[in-house]
Every structure is written in structure tokens, then in C-alpha cells.
């Protein structure tokens, strides 16, 4: 039974992420109800091999959408159909984003960015620069998932550096980088999606977060110096002598090195540049356009190589075992598209706007920008992670007429969005950090990072309001 729901799960997401491309380009309503059932395929081989158990957040969401839907009067396999259909840009996304890793394995690329840096990064101050920076690099590559990956190359070098505050040193850098990320990297899901649904200006809304980024460093930088400080730990003096026993040992050659750092820099601004250049010129949606610049940049990069062969090989791998791995999340935005469609069909949207004009009017000088961010960082406190919050608050704001620039809201929610991250112990990436260094989700997050927190949510709120003053 198990094979068989592995089986189906695995056609499900196929069909889903395949029919989601071509019924964007032609449009049939056969192809359209084929789409839909393969999402109720998703969520059904999910609940076999997840278990309801573990499926409690998307099946939560699905019935409170069911609630919505018989509460509003609108027929139920009408529902069904347009729910199952409401987030497929943000499934097709998360269907294809995450190969973006399969091209960071091919070669020693982040090997080669350590390497090649060293000599830049032998003080504490300048370490922790790096890892914060480099964090949100390989964030574009390999999402939360960069997490891992880089305390496993900060944790190679400083191998012999243990306790609190070591682990202070590297796990507020990668969460603060990562945290970061979410502001302004285009292929985080969660910060496409709401410039998508709230209409923005992507290269504006990137060049705002990607701003607010280099200020967030700069007070990692300030927050590091301080932490240094109270711990008594000269980590200077440790960061030289470990680096020393690393180029001694290091037995990669300085040509490949070089050509593997240059390699990655022209992988990253050739994604990074593509997707700008097409937005220019074809007018797709952007969660459609990503996903099909990726592919498109994948299969350059192994014709390139001349490893087309090793490509298909790893498409048949995918599909057959590791593409199971993803039912979770998209379960999460099937039933949150679910739960949003069914909303639409209620008087929800006003009844919201109502109530912000109506706090406003008791209390003129606060607007709904002060709360935008508390809505995503309560919400990860219950355990929903910034996709998800996003997914449900974005879907909701974008049905508003707010009066605000679509940009300054953007930035906002994802300084909710970042600050969920650095705090919550409930979400993917405290815990990644936590499974990696050994601390306890409370300590890597609420303990490290809440004084940051409150400072990042100041430095965002203080732009924000000048701008709409």
C-alpha cells in the first residue's frame, strides 16, 4: 500500500507541476479539471505516507476552507475544483525551485568561495561578515536549506571551537543571514509570492529589502561586537590560529579554485540577471516566469557542462524517489489555497478594511503597517512558516484596497517574515539550526536573536513610516 501511495504521490506532483505550465499557456477546462484532481492526489497519497498526524497543518487548513465554503453557500465541488486551483503558482514554484541545488552539488563551488576568501576574513568581525553575507548567497541556491550547509563549512574550519560562545557566533550569523534573505531574495518563495499577489515592482521591492539588508548586517555586525564582549572570548585569536591549520592542510588547488569561484559568481548573476531580462520583455506572472527560467538555466548550465546525460538521470531520480520530500509543503499551500479561495467568497475582504478604518479613526497616529509584521511572527509561534503565513496574509491583502504603496506592504510583511524566523523555535530553519549546533530551538532563537529582532523591526518601521508620511 505504502509503494502504491509513494507511486501516486510521486505521478500526482508530476501531473500537477507539468498540467500547471502548459494550462498557463493553453487554457482547457478538461486539462483544468485534470489539474485539480492531481492536487486532490497530492493531499490523499500524502495523508497515506505523512499520516494525518503529521499533516495537521494543511488538513486544518483544508477544513476551515470547507467551513467557509458551506457557510458562504457556495456549492462544494465548485469549491474543491477552484481551491485545488487557487495557489497553483506558488505549487508549481516550489516544484522547481528547489532543483536550483542540483547545480550548486555539480562542482566544489562553496569550497571554493572559503577558500578564496580567507585571507579577507581572518578577524571576528570580518568572519561573521562573511557568514552573513555568504548565507544569504547560498539562500538563493539552496533556500533554508543553506543553513546547514554553510554551519557545516564554518563548522569545518572552526572544528576545535566549542561552547556557547562559538555557537553564538556562527548560529546568529546564519540565521541573521538567512533571516535577511527572505527580504529581497527573489527565489524565496514566500517573498515572490507577495510582491506577486500584491502587484510590486520586483526590482523596486528588491533593491528596498536588499537595502534594509545591508542595514540589518551592519547591526549583526554592531550586535556581534558586543556579544564578543560578553562572553570574554577572544575569537580572533581563534578565527587565525584555526585558519592557519586549514591552509596548511588545504589541498585544493589554487586554479580550480579560482575557476570555481568565478564559475559560481557568473551562475548567480546569469539567474539572477535572466529572470529581470525576461520580465522585461514577456509579460508572464512572476511565480510562473521563476520557475520556468530555473528550468531553463538548469538545462543551460548541463549542456554547458556536457552532462546532459547526468541531467535526465537526475530528473528520473527526482520524480521516482526524492520528489515525495516536497508533499508537505505543497499540501500546505494546497489547503491554504483552500481556505483562501473560500474566504474570497465571503464578505471577509470588508469586513477587514472596516476594521483598519476603524482603528484608525481611535487611534489616528496607528496605521496597519505597525501590525502587518506582529501577524506573521505570531503566527510562527503557532508553528506556520513564512511561506505559509504568507500564502494565507498575502492572499488576504491582496484582495484589499490598501492605501499604501504595494512595495512599502512587501517589505513589511517580510520584515514579519524575518523576524518570525530569527525568534520562532517552531520554524525549518531555528530548527535546522538546532539539529546542526546542538542547542535548543529557545536559546538559537528567542535567546540569541531577540534584541535584533527588536532592532530590525525599528530600523523597517522607521523607513516605512517616513515614506508614507
Known amino acids: 500500500m505504502r509503494a502504491f501511495a509513494s507511486w501516486g504521490l510521486s505521478l500526482s506532483i508530476a501531473t500537477y507541476g507539468l498540467l500547471h505550465f502548459i494550462t498557463y499557456f493553453y487554457t482547457h477546462s478538461y486539462l483544468l479539471s485534470i489539474l485539480s484532481i492531481s492536487g486532490i492526489g497530492i493531499m490523499a497519497f500524502s495523508i497515506i505516507i505523512l499520516s494525518v498526524k503529521k499533516l495537521k497543518m494543511p488538513l486544518s487548513l483544508l477544513i476551515v476552507g470547507f467551513a467557509v465554503l458551506y457557510y458562504s453557500g457556495t456549492p462544494i465541488m465548485e469549491g474543491i475544483h477552484k481551491g485545488f486551483l487557487e495557489m497553483r503558482n506558488m505549487v508549481g514554484l516550489l516544484i522547481v525551485v528547489p532543483l536550483i541545488s542540483w547545480v550548486l552539488r555539480e562542482e566544489p563551488y562553496i569550497e571554493a568561495i572559503v577558500g578564496y576568501g580567507n585571507k ?48 553564538n557566533f556562527k548560529g546568529t550569523a546564519l540565521l541573521r543571514g538567512f533571516a535577511l534573505s527572505t527580504m529581497w531574495v527573489i527565489s524565496i518563495p514566500s517573498f515572490v509570492f507577495v510582491v506577486e499577489v500584491m502587484d510590486a515592482s520586483l526590482i523596486i521591492s528588491i533593491l528596498q529589502g536588499f537595502g534594509m539588508s545591508i542595514i540589518g548586517i551592519f547591526i549583526a555586525l554592531i550586535f556581534s561586537h558586543f556579544e564578543e564582549k560578553k562572553y570574554g572570548v577572544d575569537l580572533t585569536a581563534g578565527l587565525e590560529s584555526e585558519f592557519a591549520e586549514v591552509m596548511r592542510s588545504n589541498k585544493y588547488n589554487d586554479k580550480y579554485m579560482k575557476q570555481d569561484f568565478i564559475e559560481f559568481v557568473i551562475l548567480f548573476f546569469t539567474l539572477f540577471g535572466s529572470i529581470f531580462i525576461i520580465q522585461a520583455f514577456v509579460d508572464i506572472e512572476l511565480l510562473v516566469l521563476i520557475p520556468l527560467a530555473v528550468i531553463s538555466w538548469i538545462f543551460i548550465y548541463y549542456m554547458y557542462k556536457k552532462r546532459v546525460y547526468k541531467l535526465w538521470k537526475q530528473v528520473k531520480e527526482h520524480v521516482k524517489d526524492d520528489i515525495i520530500y516536497e508533499s508537505y509543503q505543497l499540501c500546505v499551500m494546497l489547503g491554504a489555497g483552500m481556505m483562501i479561495f473560500s474566504l474570497i467568497q465571503t464578505d471577509f475582504a470588508s469586513m477587514v478594511v472596516d476594521g483598519i478604518y476603524g482603528l484608525q479613526a481611535t487611534i489616528p497616529f496607528i496605521n496597519l503597517l505597525y501590525f502587518l509584521p506582529f501577524i506573521v511572527i505570531v503566527l510562527g509561534f503557532f508553528g506556520l512558516g513564512p511561506l505559509t503565513v504568507m500564502a494565507l496574509v498575502g492572499g488576504i491583502l491582496g484582495s484589499l484596497n490598501l492605501p499604501y504603496p504595494p512595495e512599502i506592504i512587501v517589505l513589511t510583511v517580510t520584515s514579519g517574515s524575518a523576524i518570525s524566523i530569527l525568534l520562532s523555535p517552531l520554524i525549518m530553519s531555528v530548527i535546522t539550526l538546532s539539529g546542526a549546533n546542538g542547542l535548543n530551538g529557545f536559546k538559537n532563537g528567542i535567546g540569541f536573536n531577540w534584541k535584533y529582532a527588536i532592532a530590525l523591526y525599528v530600523v523597517v518601521q522607521v523607513y516605512v513610516q517616513l515614506m508614507i508620511a
Not at 557545516?152 to 561552547?163: N, R
Request: glycine share 6%; proline share 0%; net charge positive.
Open 120 to 167: 579577507l576574513l581572518i578577524t571576528s568581525r570580518k568572519f561573521y561578515f562573511g557568514i552573513i553575507s555568504f548565507t544569504q548567497v547560498v539562500a538563493y541556491f539552496l533556500l533554508f536549506g543553506s543553513i546547514q550547509i554553510v554551519y557545516h563549512f564554518v563548522d569545518e574550519v572552526l572544528k576545535k571551537k566549542k561552547g556557547e560562545a562559538w555557537e
